[in-house]
């Protein structure tokens, strides 16, 4: 009996530092820049039929309406409205603060196809990740004040699951 009652309060000692440790407030916090906003967006493929040349991220072309109109109204599976399957290049020009001088920094994109980006006309990466985010460490391309962010997505059917 001795032994159980020993081996309990362990078990809720153990709990307990377990509870303690996962409500310790941290006295760091992530800085972000957030850039949802107007882009400007330039299409790769001449025959969609958009005369956009900006689009509100975080959104979708097909919500901004540019593309192809989708003339299927096929029941079999969800249509968009307007569909478009080719790389599409997103800008933006963003400003590293002062105080982020020497700070390590990402750039943090969830839920997009294969992508490329450029900070100031150099290639940072690619990534061809579909499944989880795609994560750019950025630090060495930008320094504090402004710089321009391209961004290439590739809408490609053939570069998912799913291709055509």
């Not at 800085?31 to 025959?47: E, K, P, Q």
């Not at 991220?57 to 299927?72: C, E, Q, R, S, V």
């Not at 920094?105 to 490329?116: A, G, P, Q």
């Not at 980006?117 to 985010?133: N, Y």
């Amino acid at each position: 009996m001795k032994n159980f009652k020993t081996a309990i309060a362990l078990i809720n000692l153990l709990f307990l530092t377990i509870l303690i440790s996962c409500n310790k407030q941290s006295d760091q916090t992530r800085l972000r820049i957030d850039l949802s906003g107007d882009w400007a967006v330039s299409l790769v493929s001449d025959s969609a039929s958009s005369k956009k040349s900006s689009i509100y991220l975080p959104g979708t072309t097909d919500i901004a309406k540019i593309g192809h109109h989708n003339k299927d109204t096929s029941l079999s599976h969800l249509n968009r409205e307007y569909y478009y399957n080719d790389k599409a290049f997103y800008k933006k020009e963003v400003e590293i603060p002062q105080d982020w001088d020497g700070k390590h920094i990402v750039l943090y994109m969830e839920r997009t196809k294969s992508s490329s980006l450029w900070i100031d006309d150099k290639l940072v990466g690619k990534s061809s990740i579909l499944e989880s985010p795609q994560i750019y460490d950025i630090t060495s391309f930008v320094k504090p004040g402004k710089h321009l962010l391209t961004i290439n997505v590739d809408n490609n059917l053939k570069n998912t699951p799913y291709g055509t």
